[in-house]
C-alpha cells in the first residue's frame, strides 16, 4: 500500500508560480512511477505530466508543456510539480498518482494509488 499527501496548493494571480509537492510512503518510492493529474470543476480528470521511476523521462499534456515540470527526489520520497506562468484554466484539483509499472503512465487506469488532490485557483 502507498499513501500519497499532497501539498502546496493555493490561491494565485495569473502569471504567477506555484509548485506542488506529493510525499509517498508505504512502499519503495524509487520503484513507483509517478503523475500528476488534474479536474475542473464540472469536468472530468485529465493527465498533466509522468515522470519514469529514476526521473529520467518525463510527459506533458499540450495543454502544460513548457509552463509545468515534474522533478522528484527519491531520497525524500517525493514528485513535484513545478506550475510557472499559471492560467485561470490552470485551475483545479491537482491530484498525484503512484503506478507500480515500469514505463511511464498517461491514463488513470494505469495508476494504483491517488493522493487526496490539493486546490490550485489561478486568478485573472
Known amino acids: 500500500q502507498v499513501q500519497l499527501v499532497e501539498s502546496g496548493g493555493g490561491l494565485v494571480q495569473a502569471g504567477d508560480s506555484l509548485r506542488l509537492s506529493c510525499a509517498a510512503s508505504?512502499?519503495?518510492?524509487?520503484?513507483?512511477?509517478m503523475g500528476w493529474f488534474r479536474q475542473a470543476p464540472g469536468k472530468e480528470r485529465d493527465f498533466v505530466g509522468a515522470i519514469s521511476r529514476s526521473g529520467g523521462i518525463t510527459f506533458y499534456a499540450d495543454s502544460v508543456k513548457g509552463r509545468f515540470t515534474i522533478s522528484r527526489d527519491n531520497a525524500k520520497n517525493t514528485v513535484y510539480l513545478q506550475m510557472n506562468s499559471l492560467k485561470p484554466e490552470d485551475t483545479a484539483v491537482y491530484y498525484c498518482a503512484a503506478a507500480l509499472l515500469g514505463y511511464v503512465p498517461r491514463f488513470q487506469y494505469e495508476y494504483d494509488y491517488w493522493g487526496q488532490g490539493t486546490q490550485v485557483t489561478v486568478s485573472s
Open positions: 508505504g512502499r519503495t518510492f524509487s520503484g513507483l512511477a
